[in-house]
């Protein structure tokens, strides 16, 4: 089966939106395994037919909703880093806007989720994961490389680690500080690599 999905030049119809929408909402409550297009169709209001014409397979409706969060996660830094100037506040780009997305992280990341429930490395949905993540590595990496790090890899390492692990925290132990808390480590940690 055909495992279709949208770019981000194409333009959904209301239904095919509507069957995005309500997929998205069911991948990351209940899990993806656990989610039929059966229920995503009724759930959305549309017949299967309609599922499968916009999006091919339930692979290629899982690939575009990881697709949407991957635009509009990385939509959200490059904005952020369109109004910075100074090398280490751009560095904790990623980590300053945390408090932002964390309220719509309430089961985690789904990137992570989705990645537990895709053991294939050859899905099309687990590429879209692992490109996500080394994206934001190489975010880290780039810009310590600009603010003048030394030793920039080992600290990109470092800085995604402290990100992940805010999400973590603060979804399943409920740490409500978790973003605050990792930018202020975040910092010293670029602070301290750009001293050296």
Not at 11 to 33: C, K, M, N, S, V
Not at 116 to 121: G, N, R, T
Request: aromatic share 8%; glycine share 6%; net charge negative.
């Amino acid at each position: 089966m055909s495992t279709t999905a949208h770019d981000a030049e194409t333009t959904l119809t209301p239904a095919a939106q509507r069957i995005l929408d309500t997929a998205a909402e069911l991948f990351y409550t209940r899990g993806i395994h656990a989610v039929g297009v059966d229920t995503i169709a009724a759930e959305s209001g549309v017949t299967k037919r309609t599922l499968y014409d916009r999006f091919g397979s339930k692979d290629g409706l899982l690939v575009t909703y990881l697709e949407q969060r991957d635009r509009r996660w990385r939509a959200l830094i490059e904005a952020r880093l369109a109004e910075r100037t100074d090398p280490i506040d751009r560095v904790l780009t990623p980590f300053d806007v945390l408090p932002e997305w964390l309220p719509g992280s309430s089961r985690g990341c789904s990137f992570i989720n989705a990645f537990a429930e895709l053991p294939d490395p050859a899905h099309p949905g687990r590429q879209v994961i692992v490109a996500e993540k080394q994206w934001l590595y190489d975010l880290f990496d780039r810009l310590l490389i600009d603010a003048g790090a030394a030793d920039h890899a080992t600290v990109a390492v470092q800085l995604l680690s402290l990100h992940e692990g805010a999400i973590v925290s603060y979804s399943i132990t409920g740490q409500q500080n978790a973003a605050a808390a990792v930018h202020d480590a975040a910092r010293k940690l670029t602070e301290l690599s750009v001293a050296h």
